[in-house]
């Protein structure tokens, strides 16, 4: 039994290591015959195979190569139109196969191509895209003009697959790749799966808490937020941000965002972290507040990534201050930089805007695991955070007996994520007690098997759904679950 909790745990933070690197299959040359009928608007897998090869070729080139009595060029970059120079690399996606995930690609007029580009910050959104690199589903059309002295005139179209349905005045489907450009995003993150231990045990790690735009920003689009569990990376979330993609109406509606934290410090402390990244992010994103984007969000959750969530719904007021203080806020000796992190960390306003939060294995009353034998060694090697401590530390040296007995763990380096999620801590039954707001729905998906997280600590009040999978703690990973996600998120809104 002991040995499959261990699994469990396992399975939940490392299903990404499935994933295996890409395989390039021969191609082809380019074709003139083949070419000059895709730049006249013939849409055969020849035509569109020599397309894509001429642009793999000439996407750089400025002015492109054209075959004789052609003129061709590439659109300039327009809101759902990417200008050639944007990438580094760009490629034919059927150069690839998939191994690990399952593959997704659409029929329809246009050549699927995956767009590349290295992720060096040299615009101010990079910030908020993954490090390791910029990938995008595109999809090359060749859109013929008129002719003049025997040369017709020939524009490439570079369009977000993920953005575009359809094409022209018939609305013609576009063909399209959605998994070949997430798998070469994926065959990057190597540290980022190594993160998962490493922040956990306190080794240096280039990875600081932050969201990741999975995609450009839409402002009409909701963002879809996943946020991961203890000993994990959103790369758990490969399978089902790869199938979420493969949904017509899921990308029609949302737009993925991926919640990167280091698993060391407790639930709260991590929450508050997350609630001021995601302040700043919809701050820099829509800084007049303006954009329909931002007027709801959907949240999924997996194990611990379901209490941060939560915090985003709930309002304290009092109740976690009393509980940790003997003494009210205004009477305590801080700083003003201190007095605005004591707010945000025990009187914090709900964001008003989460529509749904989908709890997947989430321990509302924590998990048995973390007060076995097993927890209490694992504990041994949870490294302390040191802003966590350093914080709580400072405050107490100006104010002397501040904390209640049951808290005075707080700056001694005795509490960590996993004595966090001890049943009957104090700040758990809190978090559990505190209602969600008005308008936020809440939905459950527990695992059968899990014997980390027991399905009686891993429901809420009212919850508008409430379904079991044949799973272990990984539920998510279930193709029920997955089913089940999907569907929660075609509802209609729900505020």
């Given amino acids: 039994m002991k040995a499959v909790i261990i699994l469990c745990l396992f399975v939940a933070a490392c299903a990404p290591a499935r994933l295996e690197h890409l395989s390039v299959r021969h191609h082809s040359v380019t074709a003139a015959s083949d070419l000059t009928r895709a730049f006249d608007g013939a849409q055969d897998d020849a035509a569109m195979r020599s397309l894509g090869n001429w642009v793999a070729e000439n996407f750089k080139?400025?002015?492109?190569?054209?075959?004789?009595?052609y003129r061709v060029k590439f659109a300039a970059a327009t809101p759902g139109v990417f200008a050639p120079g944007y990438f580094d690399r760009l490629e034919p996606a059927s150069r690839y196969e998939v191994r690990g995930l399952k593959h997704h690609h659409v029929d329809g007029i246009g050549v699927p191509l995956v767009g590349i580009r290295e992720n060096h910050g040299s615009s101010a959104v990079e910030k908020w895209y993954p490090p390791e690199g910029i990938t995008r589903a595109v999809t090359a059309v060749a859109i013929p003009g008129s002719s003049r002295d025997s040369v017709r005139n020939v524009e490439i179209r570079l369009i977000d697959r993920m953005h575009t349905e359809t094409f022209g005045k018939n609305h013609a489907l576009l063909a399209a790749d959605f998994t070949v450009p997430f798998t070469?995003?994926?065959?990057?993150?190597?540290?980022?799966d190594q993160s998962a231990f490493t922040s956990l045990v306190g080794l240096k790690s280039d990875r600081e808490a932050g969201f990741a735009l999975m995609e450009p920003y839409d402002p009409n689009r909701t963002p879809l937020i996943l946020i991961h569990g203890l000993i994990s990376t959103p790369l758990a979330w490969a399978e089902l941000t790869n199938e979420l993609w493969a949904v017509p109406e899921v990308r029609r509606r949302y737009q993925i965002w991926h919640y990167l934290y280091p698993t060391n410090p407790p639930a709260l402390y991590s929450a508050r972290?997350?609630?001021?990244?995601?302040?700043e992010l919809r701050h820099f994103l829509d800084p007049d507040g303006r954009d329909p984007a931002m007027r709801r969000t959907v949240i999924v959750t997996h194990s611990m990534g379901?209490?941060?969530?939560?915090?985003l719904a709930v309002e304290p007021?009092?109740?976690f201050w009393d509980a940790v203080f003997t003494r009210p806020l205004s009477s305590l000796n801080v700083t003003p930089a201190e007095?605005?992190?004591?707010?945000?960390?025990?009187?914090?306003?709900?964001?008003?805007n989460v529509d749904r939060i989908i709890f997947c294995s989430v321990p509302f009353r924590g998990s048995n695991l973390a007060?076995?034998?097993?927890g209490r060694v694992a504990n041994l090697f949870v490294a302390p955070s040191p802003q966590f401590q350093d914080f709580f530390r400072e405050v107490e040296r100006k104010n002397p007996g501040m904390l209640q007995p049951d808290y005075a763990s707080l700056t001694k380096g005795k509490v960590s994520s996993v004595t966090a999620l001890a049943p009957h801590q104090r700040s758990m039954e809190i978090l559990d007690q505190l209602p969600l707001t008005g308008g936020t729905k809440a939905h459950i998906i527990t695992g059968s098997m899990d014997f980390v997280v027991h399905r009686s600590s891993a429901t809420v009040a009212d919850a508008e759904s409430n379904i079991e999978v044949p799973a272990g703690h990984g539920s998510f990973h279930h193709?029920?679950?997955i089913a089940e996600i999907i569907r929660i998120l075609e509802l209609p809104d729900a505020r």
């Fill in 61 to 69: 080139s400025v002015p492109p190569s054209s075959p004789a009595g």
């Fill in 184 to 192: 070469a995003l994926l065959e990057k993150t190597g540290p980022l």
């Fill in 273 to 279: 972290v997350m609630r001021g990244k995601l302040d």
């Fill in 306 to 311: 379901g209490l941060l969530a939560k915090t």
């Fill in 317 to 319: 007021k009092d109740a």
């Fill in 339 to 352: 007095h605005a992190t004591l707010v945000e960390a025990f009187y914090w306003k709900p964001r008003g």
């Fill in 371 to 374: 007060n076995s034998w097993i």
């Fill in 479 to 481: 193709p029920k679950a």
